[in-house]
């Protein structure tokens, strides 16, 4: 897994694989889910900032995992 992000565009890009996207789905206006044969292969924010998603805090429950 890979995560980027774009400061300038405010756009946050979390790649899963590096299998060819197939498909894309868009969950909302600034949530695209771009599918692989296999599953997700990656997922693309738009105003990752501005929506409260950056920075991302991993909260106790995810730590103990």
Same mark, same amino acid.
């Given at each position: 897994m890979k995560m980027s992000y774009d400061p300038e565009d405010d756009? $946050?890009?979390i790649e899963f694989n590096k299998d060819n996207i197939v498909?894309? !789905?868009? $969950?909302?206006w600034n949530v695209n889910i771009g599918?692989?044969?296999q599953? !997700?292969?990656?997922?693309?924010?738009?105003d990752?900032?501005?929506a409260g998603l950056l920075p991302i805090e991993i909260g106790d429950e995810l730590r103990a995992a």
């Open positions: 756009i $946050l890009v498909r894309d !789905i868009s $969950l909302n599918m692989t044969e599953g !997700i292969g990656e997922i693309v924010i738009l990752a900032k501005k």
